[in-house]
């Protein structure tokens, strides 16, 4: 069942339908050229075991915000989507990382928006837009925007245009390998397969898939994880610190090679704050000796930058 936000006149108004496609949620909503995000709805991806199965709930939300639309008398300009695969410049998948799809989401989408445009892109780059024109990123010249979630993502942001590299794929910071001193035993326990990487360690399925395999204990989500060190879980305090750091120390990589402005760090994990964030702080400073390091930000648009980016995605196209 989807949650929605409340209804209010919106006659006359254009919109984009937006569509932030994550590992664990699907948010979809309708978003003006300002960023306002007039209406949102959201499900979870996954159904059966498997998410988002041959896109059928994107599908669903969309026409739903088409629908809506349409009873609230608002012109639709186009549908814009971030997903979390690697998506090429011609706006394809390329990837099958996250999401059981089996056909490309614009082919699907198209038919609900007849004549206008529907714009497919990465859900990473999709929050770094939003963030340049709309967050932190306004007051920045270039900056490496990180998206902390279910999933590990980056992409570099210059003079307010998205970086996304020949093959589009300028993005995978979660396939880096994970800094054996952060954690020398895991690093050891999974050098018989593909990996260790950051996403297996950092990112929010990881943090809550580690802390079931160190307790027994079954959670989902890395926001239990967080709720139980609060209560004074000590296993749990231990699983979000050394996710930070290892996160601290990758962005100290990743500033050696770009020496961007700042880095801004969004996503839900990664606007969340606490344990995870402050050793993310410690272990970047302590791994980037050079004077004047680039701060780490949090993004002003929390968990509605990946929504406002894939409308934007529609909008600066109307425009251009």
Sequence with gaps: MSTRTPLSPTEGIRVAVALDIGGTTLVAGLVTADGTVLRSASRPTAEHGRRDPGLAGTVAMAREMTELAAALDAEVIGIGAGFPEFVNAEEKLT?????????????????????????????????????????????????????????????????????????????????????????PTFSASVRDRRGPNLEDYVSGAAVAARYTAATGTDVTEAREVATRAAAGDRTAAALLTTAGRALGTALAWTVSLLDPEAIVIGGGLGTAGGLLHDAAQEAYAEASPRPGRPPLRCAELGNRSGLVGAALTVWEQASG
């Design 95 to 183: 990837s099958h990382d996250v999401l059981d799809w089996t056909a490309q989401p614009a082919d699907l989408l198209a038919p609900l928006a007849p004549g206008r445009p529907v714009v497919v892109e990465s859900d990473v780059r999709c929050g770094a837009l939003a963030e340049a024109r709309f967050g932190v990123g306004r007051e920045l010249n270039s900056f490496l925007y990180i998206s902390l979630g279910t999933g590990l993502s980056a992409t570099f942001v210059q003079r307010g245009q998205v970086w996304a590299g020949h093959r589009g794929e300028a993005l995978a910071l979660g396939s880096w390998e994970l800094p054996a001193s952060v954690d």
